[in-house]
């Protein structure tokens, strides 16, 4: 089989899982376009005029299987390249652009939301990464369409895209840890970005430390050019508790993972949570609010419920460690676990 893997907006998680695409299903000689991600509003409406300049020649080819991400505009990339019509369509939804938090810089969404529902109605196949993922899509396309001035009935063909899409986690590596078990590290591992709501989690910290409470604290993660400024506040107020800042090699960052005793997140956008994964894979403790995709991936003992409980539990885990329970259980996260249901989507099973 020869097959087309189209990536619009590369970030790293979608890096991550195209490079587990190519190495685990190499039974498929793959074509792989990725374009950076940058320019966000440019990247999901103009994909196919960029690709069409730069790689009209691996598009004209013929291919038997096309697995695209949601950001890419499949519907307008076929109508360019017809010889794209006759492969089966794949397209993987990491997110989707109705369950974003707004932000004051962005515009309006419509234009990013219609790229994927075009995208997933022009598709031989829809999958998501979480049930979370697929609901909110569904449930904000039904949204979006009943503000057109036609009040189409879009029920039916949006229920029934829910019934016949897949749910199908992006693997994380095999590798693991064991974690610090009676530890006292809490680990930040998110994008420095207003969605994952640093707020509320260097907010607990500050907590913890006015009581007393003994920990110390790894920030890590992707930064861009501009961050909240909580972060530097954090630097500040935090002093001798913070044992690792910013962005790591990925050596150091599995290091600090396998250190970590309590991985967290406060965050208001998340559609799988590969940071979380990664952590638990190698022994840390997750905590998590009981919002967006975590219900679904980690049991009560792992979520809470508001600021309130977020501190109650870390205090409770910092000062008696034995009251922390062990970490979930994640061999089915794996690509040894997943391969298999990966390649049913791809062929058609």
């Known amino acids: 089989m020869r097959g087309l893997l189209l990536s619009a907006y590369a970030a790293a998680s979608h890096q991550h899982w195209a490079e587990g695409i190519v190495e685990w299903l190499d039974e498929i000689d793959w074509t792989r376009l990725e374009l950076p991600a940058r320019h966000f509003p440019w990247r999901i409406r103009g994909?196919?005029?960029t690709w069409m300049l730069r790689e009209g020649e691996a598009l004209s080819r013929h291919y038997d299987v096309i697995l695209a991400t949601s950001m890419?505009?499949?519907?307008?990339?076929v109508g360019l390249y017809p010889n794209l019509a006759g492969a089966r369509k794949v397209v993987y939804f990491h997110e989707n652009q109705f369950a974003y938090p707004a932000s004051s810089a962005q515009g309006s969404r419509v234009?990013?939301?219609?790229?994927?529902l075009y995208t997933a109605l022009a598709a031989d196949e829809v999958v998501f990464n979480t049930a979370y993922n697929r609901d909110s899509f569904i449930d904000g396309a039904r949204a979006l369409l009943?503000?057109?001035p036609e009040n189409l009935p879009a029920y039916e063909p949006l229920e029934a895209l829910r019934r016949r899409a897949r749910v199908v986690p992006v693997p994380i590596a095999t590798s693991t840890g064991q974690g610090s078990t009676a530890g006292d590290l809490i680990v930040w591992n998110h994008r420095w970005e207003y969605d994952k709501n640093p707020e509320s989690f260097f907010a607990a910290l500050f907590q913890l430390a006015a009581r007393g409470v003994s920990f110390r604290v790894a920030v890590m993660g992707q930064r861009f050019g501009h961050w909240p400024a909580v972060f530097d506040e954090a630097r500040e107020r935090l002093g001798d508790?913070?044992?690792c800042w910013g962005p790591q090699t990925a050596a150091a960052y599995h290091d600090w993972l396998n250190r970590g005793a309590v991985v967290v997140s406060t965050s208001y956008h998340e559609f799988q949570g590969l940071a979380i994964m990664e952590a638990v894979r190698r022994g840390c403790v997750p905590l998590v609010p009981d919002r967006l995709c975590y219900p679904e991936l980690y049991a009560a003992p792992f979520r809470y419920a508001d600021d309130d409980q977020l501190v109650a539990r870390l205090e409770a885990?910092?000062?008696?460690?034995?009251?922390r329970p062990d970490p979930p259980v994640t061999d089915d996260w794996t690509w040894p676990s997943l391969k298999s249901a990966y390649r049913?989507?791809?062929?058609g099973g």
């Open 241 to 243: 508790r913070l044992v």
């Open 72 to 77: 890419v505009d499949l519907a307008t990339l």
């Open 47 to 49: 994909n196919p005029l």
């Open 146 to 148: 009943k503000r057109m």
């Open 317 to 323: 885990w910092l000062t008696s460690p034995g009251s």
């Open 344 to 347: 049913q989507v791809l062929n």
């Open 111 to 116: 234009g990013p939301q219609m790229v994927n």
